[in-house]
């Protein structure tokens, strides 16, 4: 039996890149010593078909982000509480979410110029669609900071999309649990946002 069932899986990669596309904050697992080490950084989907990163050279990870090392990677869409309320049928609650698992082979990029350019080509990707600002070649903050920043990028070996999203119910319900994903993420976040600030 494999796990998540079949109907939770998605596999079109295509689907995939678009999650990591959307919501390009990663999880970068790394195993020293058989414990875990973990940081939480954007990477970008190049044209090359790998994952281009940056990281602060004393991050205790960044040692292990070089010389072929083997990393998992996660990528984390929209997810929510669904309640047995939104259905037709009668069901029990649940917790629907997009996730991406990725595993594959890190290495360090030394370059300056290719980090330069990569921070700038980042940047360039995450201002889109409206580009209000442009990380310029001769912008004196980041050049400053360009010994103190490593870049990476990272072979793709395995994908695995794990998209829970009440596929196994009747298609009313899964429009109405689709619904209730968009309605929530909306809502948890402002009043998240609203309560702690």
């Not at 960044?62 to 990393?71: G, H, Q, S, T, Y």
């Not at 309320?85 to 990029?109: D, E, F, M, R």
């Not at 700038?120 to 442009?134: G, N, Q, S």
Request: net charge neutral.
């Amino acid at each position: 039996m494999s796990y998540p069932p079949k109907h939770h899986q998605d596999n079109d990669i295509n689907h995939l890149i678009e999650v990591i596309k959307t919501y390009p904050l990663a999880t970068l697992i790394s195993v020293k010593n058989n414990k875990p080490l973990i940081t939480h950084l954007p990477l970008i989907y190049n044209d090359n078909g790998k994952l281009i990163g940056h990281i602060d050279i004393n991050n205790p990870q960044a040692e292990l982000l070089k010389n072929d090392n083997d990393i998992t990677i996660i990528f984390s869409g929209p997810q929510c509480y669904i309640s047995p309320s939104i259905y037709t049928s009668k069901q029990l609650p649940t917790w629907n979410y997009i996730k991406v698992h990725l595993k594959g082979k890190v290495k360090a990029i030394k370059n300056k110029e290719a980090l330069k350019q990569s921070l700038i080509t980042m940047t360039e990707f995450l201002e889109a669609p409206d580009h209000k600002y442009v990380l310029e070649p001769d912008n004196k903050s980041m050049n400053a900071y360009l010994n103190y920043i490593e870049m990476f990028e990272i072979s793709i070996d395995s994908w695995e999309g794990k998209f829970k999203l009440s596929q196994d119910k009747k298609p009313q319900d899964i429009e109405s649990a689709r619904a209730e994903l968009v309605r929530a993420n909306k809502d948890s976040i402002k009043a998240f946002l609203d309560n702690i600030f």
